[in-house]
């Protein structure tokens, strides 16, 4: 058998590379990719600063106080209690090789990878649900433990559903620039591009935190698509600057309710008192976007000016794949550079030491082969 490299996750503050068997096509509709930039997402960042209670004591608690549906209460028995797994799940990568049914891509293209496992035929990927594919366990990714997929810190990823999955990389566009693309992106994207399609211009409110990095390409999305003005609260000053670098103005350093209502907010905090600000800054009939993972299990919610003001409340994962294909367009057209979200960039082979670095965005690329 042949082998290659895998970074995997240990515990948090550690990070190694293992030998793993080398993937290989097991069906007709699959593909094998070399990832050539991976970027850390922001949930990666509290996975390895120990921040995510994805393990252990503080998970098994959890669980067994969460209410709700048997489904939840499964989503958390087969949450990835202890390393090791192997990591990583935003990445732009090469194509090596197709099964013979793979029609969309060939070996040599260049692709970026949703980091959700969506088959592109069921009912739910149909309406643009990809986050939830039926054809997969449920909340199926790569790099977080969740199926057989493995990381995309590796030489070699298996991709199921090559035609449903795999986009080309737009013509001209560094790696670096796209390495984001298939999760924090398109989650940051989403929060706005809707919303402004429906009232172009209109103001936005981006309250920022614990999803740094969807926060800022919210941000940088609601500018790049006409918001007339964004404004940009969270408590941490060193995002801040970088929102400001981006367009936005900022409307202070303590989570609060804003002095005026803004007809789209978006809430990136992932803490209750961010959550809250967002709400109570949504004016009436407007809509409010929370990305926030709120792990608790409760989480206080302002319901009664929710309903009074009457807006729109969404909270879900991105459906990736969904969203991409403008995504891809926007920035193949250069209308939207996430770049301009401060960056780290490292090579390739130092992953497990760039990715235990404090910054809003880290992306490791591979030196091109000659």
Request: proline share 8%.
């Amino acid at each position: 058998m042949e082998s290659s490299q895998q970074l995997f996750f240990e515990r948090p503050g550690r990070l190694c590379w293992r030998t793993v068997e080398t993937p290989t096509i097991e069906g007709p509709g699959q593909a094998l990719v070399r990832p050539l930039a991976v970027a850390r997402c922001d949930l990666d960042a509290a996975i390895v600063e120990g921040r995510a209670p994805f393990r252990g004591a503080a998970l098994h608690w959890l669980r067994d106080r969460l209410p709700g549906s048997v489904g939840q209460r499964r989503l958390f028995r087969d949450a990835p209690f202890a390393g090791p797994f192997p990591f990583g799940h935003e990445c732009v990568a090469e194509v090596l090789d197709v099964g013979e049914e793979v029609r969309t891509v060939k070996a040599g293209d260049r692709v970026v990878v949703p980091f959700q496992i969506a088959c592109g035929a069921c009912d739910r990927c149909g309406r643009g649900v990809t986050a939830s594919c039926t054809a997969v366990p449920h909340a199926a990714t790569y790099g977080l433990g969740r199926g057989a997929w493995g990381g995309v810190l590796g030489d070699v990823v298996r991709v199921p559903f090559a035609d449903a999955m795999l986009l080309a990389a737009p013509a001209g566009v560094a790696s670096v620039e796209l390495a984001s693309a298939g999760d924090n992106v398109a989650d940051g994207y989403r929060t706005v591009a809707g919303p402004l399609r429906t009232r172009p211009g209109a103001p936005v409110l981006v309250v920022g935190g614990e999803a740094a990095s969807v926060g800022l390409y919210a941000v940088l999305a609601a500018v790049a698509l006409g918001s007339t003005e964004v404004a940009y609260l969270d408590p941490d000053a060193s995002r801040t600057r970088i929102a400001e670098s981006l367009g936005a103005r900022s409307i202070g350093r303590r989570y609060r309710k804003a002095a005026q209502g803004y007809p789209i907010t978006v809430d990136a905090s992932a803490a209750p008192e961010g959550l809250k600000s967002a709400v109570l800054s949504t004016e009436p009939g407007g809509v409010c976007t929370s990305v926030g993972i709120y792990l608790a299990p409760t989480t206080p919610f302002p319901l009664l000016p929710a309903f009074m003001n009457g807006i729109t409340f969404h909270t879900s994962r991105v459906s990736s794949r969904a969203v991409l294909p403008e995504v891809l367009a926007a920035i193949g057209a250069g209308v939207l550079r996430p770049s301009r979200v401060q960056t780290t960039i490292a090579p390739w082979d130092l992953a497990a030491e760039a990715f235990l670095e404090p910054a809003a965005k880290v992306v490791v690329e591979r030196a091109a082969l000659r």
